[in-house]
């Protein structure tokens, strides 16, 4: 599921989604075009939660948190409490339940939210405490992970059901850990990928509660997103080439894609997406969106447009894509794109 990318006091969301339709890729085009807007995440029953935008063509714009069946296209509109300021309610990621969750943010700093299915109402998820949260991954179960952040230090969270559990305060959590630290990934089984800010750097860090906490210093490995078997992908840096990589849970080795660029997000059927360096045509390189079969090392370019990213994928291998302003999606199945 979704790995998303924390900035300072508000979250800058990708676009997603899902659905099996045919159209150009190697143009540059998405299979499917959903609108104006951004999508966070697609869910492995296809439904994608983020917000798009309307135009009635005299230039206002109204902006709408969604939920939509990529299947047919319907949509649920996510209701919020009165007073709250739409274009600062950002979703994050959707279980498999069709629970979205989020962030609400404005000027005083930010809160963790949950919407539920049934009624699409938002609730407060619980702060611990913290002065300002931020809610930045979801697993396919549900479970929510990011972090907290009061009296000058930022600890790793997760929302498990009702319940928050500040990993920072669990016995053997690591120095580095309890300074700026937050959780960029979780899966059902509560492997957490994590990064930490101690002492000028920046550290990996993973936990689960078998063996608790692993720390990996240096700037070598990026670990992204990790799916319910424990395969955690990201990128290996080597003699100054950023390569896309995978690593098994349970000693963090990495296995390098040989290519140039990282991924970022993976499924349960072992098909990652990621960023891979391409020519432009003009003498430089551009980062362009690409699919790939872990097993094999195989890598599918999905389009040859710099201004397209993919960010994640359901387990049918429907992609995750953001650019042009648009909420768009791929489906290749099995990174192989589509033709035509």
């Not at 790995?3 to 143009?27: D, E, K, N, Y």
């Not at 339940?97 to 000027?107: P, S």
């Not at 899966?187 to 509660?209: C, E, K, L």
């Amino acid at each position: 599921m979704a790995a998303t990318t924390l900035s300072s006091g508000r979250r800058v969301i990708g676009l997603v989604v899902a659905s099996v339709a045919a159209a150009s890729l190697l143009t540059g085009c998405f299979e499917r075009d959903f609108g104006r807007g951004e999508l966070a995440d697609i869910n492995d029953d296809g439904r994608a939660v983020g917000r798009l935008i309307d135009d009635d063509g005299s230039g206002n714009e109204a902006t709408r948190v969604v939920a939509v069946d990529t299947a047919t296209g319907a949509e649920q509109v996510l209701h919020l409490p009165s007073g709250w300021s739409l274009p600062d309610v950002l979703p994050v990621g959707i279980a498999d339940d069709g629970t979205v969750y989020g962030n609400a943010a404005d000027e005083s700093g930010s809160v963790g939210v949950r919407w539920t299915p049934a009624t699409g109402e938002v609730e407060v998820l619980p702060d611990a405490g913290f002065e300002l949260v931020l809610v930045n991954t979801v697993s396919d179960g549900g479970i929510a992970g990011g972090l907290g952040r009061g009296g000058g230090v930022e600890a790793p969270l997760l929302w498990i059901g009702d319940d928050v559990v500040d990993l920072s305060a669990l016995p053997g959590a690591p120095v580095q850990v309890q300074g700026d630290a937050w959780v960029t990934a979780v899966n059902d089984h509560r492997q957490v990928v994590g990064r930490a800010w101690y002492g000028g750097d920046y550290f990996q860090f993973t936990w689960d509660p078998t063996s608790g906490f692993r720390l990996r210093p240096g700037s070598d490995i990026s670990l992204g997103a990790v799916n319910d078997d424990g395969v955690v992908v990201g990128s290996f840096t080597e003699a100054g080439i950023q390569r896309p990589a995978w690593y098994d849970w349970a000693t963090l080795t990495p296995h390098v894609i040989d290519d140039r660029g990282s991924a970022s997000g993976v499924n349960d059927s072992g098909m990652a997406v990621g960023q891979v360096w391409r020519p432009d045509g003009k003498g430089s390189q551009q980062l362009i969106p690409a699919c790939i079969e872990l097993s094999t090392g195989e890598l599918s370019e999905l389009s040859r447009s710099a201004d397209e990213r993919a960010v994640t994928l359901n387990d049918a291998g429907a992609v995750v894509g953001i650019g042009h302003g648009r909420a768009g999606m791929w489906n290749p199945g099995s990174c192989v794109p589509s033709s035509g």
